[in-house]
């Protein structure tokens, strides 16, 4: 029997090097113990040393080097041993990762998940308190969570308060940020950490004043995060109110005004209100999207968003900083200049679906400034599923693919704008119009030039509207 010890629960690279040392050493998964230091039991002897660093080497799939990254930042101590049973197998079962039915490969799976969802926590939950004031301030945070997970998650703070010095202190390990570089020290008690302050009362009134009980969905899990927020105080009051006025004397009452959209909602033909729920199930599902490596620095997946029988369809590249912060399309500068453009053509925004190409901000941090990143083909072809699924849910009659990214993900090939903009292409049953995106003409220094850009811009949605009047009449 091996027993290989890890230095740490989150030592991905000592267990990658074991694991490949004991693999090209055919020894089985059935004779590795795997622990690590300073666990309960733990041992050093018959470890690896003792085994030839064998010449030959094998080849593993890059989805599985990003699944054991992931998996072993989760809590169960089987995980080392399952991730070197899957890398064993892989050896003769290339494309045993594409079976998601096997019991090795969906437990795998569900540990990744479970990570994934932990650290999405992390980043929504998280609360700063300040300790001290002005210039001796110093940002506090104290957060359980269920896997290892804050080395990884600690990033994302990093980034985001990037002018501030905070502490982001767990049971397990501590995170520290002085303004240049993360530092890891051992957790420790909650007894320990500092006492409330103003912000605690800040954060408490801001949660009251966003609690919409409509809204309210209990569920375990989250409720077990509610220990690590400021708000946990109010929450379980604001609930009991919430319970009190949404039965008894208060059904009773007549509503003063109609429910208009509700109404509507009831009377729709059952094919839209079919479409409206596959958007909605999309959105959710996009939520958790991990195709890419794009998840992992920007804020959220931000999805498209109109209406759900739109007959014009807008691609744009990917959400800008503003997009990223607000979970929408097109609000930043582009956002607005689109909007503009689209009146002066005669289209309704609110009418129209807008999209993006690629559903996370690709962006490279310059101080406090997120610089945007063009997306590259690997990122757009591994969110094209989502353009997909979002023309099979919305049908419409044209897509406007506005910029080369975009045009990219409709076409399914690179597209040269100049040579193929303001005329319809068919492709596979849908038409589509290319354009330029609006963040080209506000990159454009030379003002002569971007008023004559715009008006272009102009005349290309105006053909739009043209081909859309057409569809409408021959319908």
Same mark, same amino acid.
């Given at each position: 029997?091996?027993?290989?010890?890890?230095?740490?629960?989150?030592?991905? @690279?000592?267990?990658?090097?074991?694991?490949?040392?004991?693999?090209?050493?055919?020894?089985?998964?059935?004779?590795?113990? +795997?622990?690590?230091? /300073?666990?309960? $039991?733990?041992?050093?002897?018959? /470890?690896?040393?003792?085994?030839?660093?064998?010449?030959?080497?094998?080849?593993?799939?890059?989805?599985?080097? @990003?699944? #054991?990254?992931?998996?072993?930042l989760h809590q169960s101590r089987e995980r080392f041993a399952l991730l070197y049973r899957l890398l064993w197998r892989?050896?003769?079962?290339?494309?045993?990762?594409?079976?998601t039915t096997d019991p090795d490969v969906a437990e795998a799976n569900a540990m990744a998940r479970a990570v994934y969802?932990?650290?999405?926590?992390?980043? #929504?939950?998280?609360?700063?308190?300040?300790?001290?004031?002005?210039?001796?301030?110093?940002? *506090?945070?104290?957060?359980?969570?269920?896997?290892?997970?804050?080395?990884?998650?600690?990033?994302?703070?990093?980034?985001?308060?990037?002018?501030?010095?905070?502490?982001?202190?767990?049971?397990?390990?501590?995170?520290? +940020?002085?303004?240049?570089?993360?530092?890891?020290?051992?957790?420790?008690?909650?007894?320990?950490?500092?006492?409330?302050?103003?912000?605690?009362?800040?954060?408490?009134?801001?949660?009251?004043?966003?609690?919409?009980?409509?809204?309210?969905?209990?569920?375990? =899990?989250?409720?077990?995060?509610?220990?690590?927020?400021?708000?946990?105080?109010?929450?379980?009051?604001?609930?009991?109110?919430?319970?009190?006025?949404?039965?008894?004397?208060?059904?009773?009452?007549?509503?003063?005004?109609?429910?208009?959209?509700?109404?509507?909602?009831?009377?729709?033909?059952?094919?839209?209100?079919?479409?409206? !729920?596959?958007?909605?199930?999309?959105?959710?599902?996009?939520?958790?999207?991990?195709?890419?490596p794009l998840w992992k620095d920007a804020t959220q997946t931000v999805f498209g968003e109109g209406r759900q029988t739109?007959?014009?369809?807008?691609?744009?590249?990917?959400?800008?900083?503003?997009?990223?912060? =607000? /979970?929408?399309?097109?609000?930043?500068?582009?956002?607005?200049?689109?909007?503009?453009?689209?009146?002066?053509? $005669?289209?309704?925004?609110?009418?129209?679906?807008?999209?993006?190409?690629?559903?996370?901000?690709?962006?490279?941090?310059?101080?406090?400034?997120?610089?945007?990143?063009?997306?590259?083909?690997?990122?757009?072809?591994?969110?094209?599923? +989502?353009?997909?699924?979002?023309? =099979? #849910?919305?049908?419409?009659?044209?897509?406007?693919?506005?910029?080369?990214?975009?045009?990219?993900?409709?076409? /399914?090939?690179?597209?040269?704008?100049?040579?193929?903009? $303001?005329?319809?292409?068919?492709?596979?049953?849908?038409?589509?119009?290319?354009? *330029?995106?609006?963040?080209?003409?506000?990159?454009?220094?030379?003002? @002569?030039?971007?008023?004559?850009?715009?008006?272009?811009?102009?005349? !290309?949605?105006?053909?739009?509207?043209?081909?859309?009047?057409?569809?409408?009449?021959?319908?």
């Amino acid at each position: 029997m091996r027993i290989i010890t890890l230095d740490s629960d989150t030592d991905f @690279e000592g267990w990658r090097k074991a694991a490949r040392r004991l693999a090209v050493n055919a020894v089985k998964p059935s004779d590795v113990t +795997w622990t690590v230091r /300073g666990a309960v $039991g733990s041992c050093a002897a018959f /470890g690896i040393d003792d085994l030839p660093d064998a010449p030959q080497a094998f080849n593993v799939p890059a989805t599985f080097v @990003e699944l #054991a990254r992931t998996t072993i930042l989760h809590q169960s101590r089987e995980r080392f041993a399952l991730l070197y049973r899957l890398l064993w197998r892989l050896r003769s079962h290339h494309d045993l990762l594409g079976a998601t039915t096997d019991p090795d490969v969906a437990e795998a799976n569900a540990m990744a998940r479970a990570v994934y969802r932990d650290i999405d926590r992390m980043h #929504a939950l998280l609360r700063f308190r300040e300790i001290g004031r002005e210039q001796n301030a110093h940002y *506090v945070a104290w957060f359980e969570p269920e896997h290892h997970i804050v080395e990884c998650a600690a990033p994302f703070f990093a980034s985001r308060f990037a002018d501030m010095p905070w502490s982001i202190l767990t049971p397990d390990v501590s995170a520290h +940020w002085d303004g240049h570089a993360i530092s890891i020290t051992s957790g420790i008690d909650k007894a320990e950490v500092p006492s409330e302050d103003k912000l605690e009362e800040a954060w408490r009134r801001h949660g009251s004043g966003l609690f919409n009980p409509a809204r309210l969905k209990l569920m375990e =899990a989250p409720q077990a995060y509610w220990r690590n927020l400021p708000e946990d105080s109010i929450i379980r009051p604001l609930i009991e109110d919430a319970m009190r006025m949404t039965s008894g004397p208060f059904l009773a009452r007549k509503a003063t005004e109609p429910r208009q959209p509700e109404q509507q909602r009831q009377d729709e033909p059952m094919a839209r209100r079919e479409a409206h !729920d596959t958007l909605a199930a999309l959105r959710q599902e996009a939520a958790d999207c991990r195709a890419c490596p794009l998840w992992k620095d920007a804020t959220q997946t931000v999805f498209g968003e109109g209406r759900q029988t739109a007959s014009m369809m807008l691609v744009g590249e990917q959400p800008g900083d503003k997009e990223d912060l =607000a /979970g929408k399309p097109f609000v930043g500068p582009a956002g607005l200049m689109l909007d503009r453009a689209l009146e002066e053509a $005669g289209i309704d925004r609110r009418k129209v679906y807008v999209t993006n190409a690629v559903k996370h901000f690709k962006f490279v941090p310059r101080g406090k400034i997120r610089l945007h990143q063009k997306p590259n083909t690997p990122e757009i072809r591994a969110c094209r599923q +989502w353009y997909e699924r979002e023309l =099979a #849910a919305i049908k419409p009659d044209l897509v406007v693919a506005l910029g080369a990214t975009a045009a990219q993900s409709v076409l /399914g090939k690179i597209t040269p704008i100049n040579k193929n903009r $303001g005329r319809p292409i068919e492709h596979d049953g849908t038409k589509v119009l290319v354009t *330029v995106h609006p963040s080209y003409l506000l990159r454009l220094p030379d003002e @002569e030039a971007k008023a004559r850009e715009y008006q272009r811009f102009i005349d !290309d949605l105006k053909i739009a509207a043209g081909l859309l009047r057409r569809a409408a009449h021959a319908a």
